[in-house]
């Protein structure tokens, strides 16, 4: 490796001395657009990927991506995420660095979820997710 390169915003990263990419790094603004625009499409300079370089996919399975949503949208709403300053992010820059995470662009969360809800799926259906993990959490629970 070559070094330390700063692909943050100027100011919102600071590498402390002696610090690898490994080591210590302070942020310290809760925006943080890796090598992505602020409105979240597309990527910052020419070959810079969109995502954070996680090996992390959602499934293929059919439903798996509103599910997803569905689940992170709950996670949010129960206030369960916050940045390092303790400040609330947007739920827009939310869904884009969960996104980030799982390579899949969730810009338009909203629209989705918006379309589950006003299609005629069923409430059952809408909450299937959260009945399916309770069960799995239940079974794993029960064998220890």
């Given amino acids: 490796m070559s070094g330390i390169i700063n692909k943050y ?19 310290s603004n809760c925006t943080i657009n890796q090598g992505i625009k602020p409105n979240g499409h597309g ?14 996919h959602l499934s293929g399975r059919k439903g798996t991506k509103i599910d997803f949503i569905r689940v992170m949208n709950a996670w949010y709403e129960c206030g369960k995420v916050e940045c390092d300053n303790g400040a609330r992010p947007t739920k827009q820059e939310f869904f884009e660095w969960v996104g980030r995470v799982f390579n899949i662009d969730l810009s338009d969360y909203d629209k989705d979820l918006s379309n589950s809800m006003s299609s005629s799926v069923s409430d059952e259906k809408q909450t299937r997710i959260f009945d399916e993990l309770k069960a799995r959490h239940q079974a794993i629970y029960d064998s220890k």
């Fill in 9 to 27: 915003e100027p100011g919102s990263c600071v590498f402390q001395a002696g610090s690898s990419q490994n080591g210590d790094v302070n942020m």
């Fill in 43 to 56: 990527a910052g300079a020419a070959g810079e990927s969109a995502g954070v370089g996680s090996p992390l």
